[in-house]
C-alpha cells in the first residue's frame, strides 16, 4: 500500500506565506510525477503545480511567481511554498502522487488533504 500525507497548512494573512509538505510511504519502488491540487468551496478540484522526477515544474497561470513547486527524491517528499497568498487561494490542498510500487504496479494516490484559509 501505499500513503500520502500532508502537512502544513494554516490560517494565514493575505500577502503571507505558507509552505505545504507531503510525503509519500508504504510499498514503493518508484514516485514519478508528484502535484498539488486545491478545492476551494463549491469549485471543482484544480491543479496547482507539478513536478516530474527530473524536476520540471509547471504551474497553473493563477500562482506562477507566487508558488514554488520542489521535492526531494531520497526522502519522497513534495512541497510547496506559498507566497504572496491571497483570499482566493483558500482551499483544502491535496498532494497527489504516479507511484510504481514494489510488485510493479503503477497508480495515482493522493493525500487526505490539508487546509489553507488565507483572510483579507
Known amino acids: 500500500q501505499v500513503q500520502l500525507v500532508e502537512f502544513g497548512g494554516g490560517l494565514v494573512q493575505a500577502g503571507g506565506s505558507l509552505r505545504l509538505s507531503c510525503a509519500a510511504s508504504?510499498?514503493?519502488?518508484?514516485?514519478?510525477?508528484m502535484g498539488w491540487y486545491r478545492q476551494a468551496p463549491g469549485k471543482q478540484r484544480e491543479l496547482v503545480a507539478t513536478i516530474t522526477s527530473g524536476g520540471s515544474q509547471s504551474y497553473t497561470d493563477s500562482v506562477k511567481g507566487r508558488f514554488a513547486i520542489s521535492r526531494d527524491n531520497a526522502k519522497r517528499m513534495v512541497y510547496l511554498q506559498m507566497s504572496s497568498l491571497k483570499p482566493e487561494d483558500t482551499a483544502v490542498y491535496y498532494c497527489n502522487a504516479d507511484v510504481r510500487s514494489i510488485w510493479s504496479r503503477s497508480g495515482v494516490y493522493w493525500g487526505q488533504g490539508t487546509q489553507v484559509t488565507v483572510s483579507s
Open positions: 508504504g510499498s514503493i519502488d518508484r514516485v514519478n510525477d
